[in-house]
């Protein structure tokens, strides 16, 4: 499994970014889809998961009502659109990939497969 993560860049508070996903090389409809965030000298925290093959939705209570995953079927393709940025959303977000049934779908560890990460910077 390959995940490929973009989408990031510098917006200021207030603003919007979408980040994408690229998944290959599995079989999807049998994994959940995560999204992570790691901010300097933190460590990584969950913010969305989306289970791929029904669709049901996850989000960290920091980003509820503000974000929102997705997936599109057809293209193998996971996004995080993120509105109502704030300064204490910079991070290096991270898409990752689990087995539906195989641990939490908020902790780090139950996931097996990540992406490179890509850099969200929010100003003030």
């Known amino acids: 499994v390959q995940l490929q993560a973009s989408g990031g860049g510098l917006v200021q508070a207030g603003g919007s970014l979408r980040l994408s996903c690229a998944a290959s090389?599995?079989?999807?409809?049998?994994?959940?889809m995560g999204w992570f965030r790691q901010a300097p000298a933190k460590e990584r925290e969950f913010v969305a998961a989306?289970?791929?093959?029904?669709?049901?939705?996850y989000y960290a209570d920091s980003v509820r009502d503000r974000f929102t995953v997705s997936r599109d079927n057809a293209k193998n393709t996971v996004y995080l659109q993120m509105n109502s940025l704030k300064p204490e959303d910079t991070a290096v977000y991270y898409c990752?990939?689990?087995?539906?049934?195989?641990?939490?779908?908020?902790?780090?560890?139950?996931?097996?497969?990540w992406g490179q990460g890509t850099l969200v910077t929010v100003s003030s």
């Open positions: 989306v289970w791929w093959s029904v669709g049901n939705t």
């Open positions: 990752a990939a689990k087995p539906v049934m195989s641990g939490s779908y908020s902790r780090v560890e139950a996931y097996d497969y």
């Open positions: 090389g599995g079989t999807f409809r049998r994994y959940l």
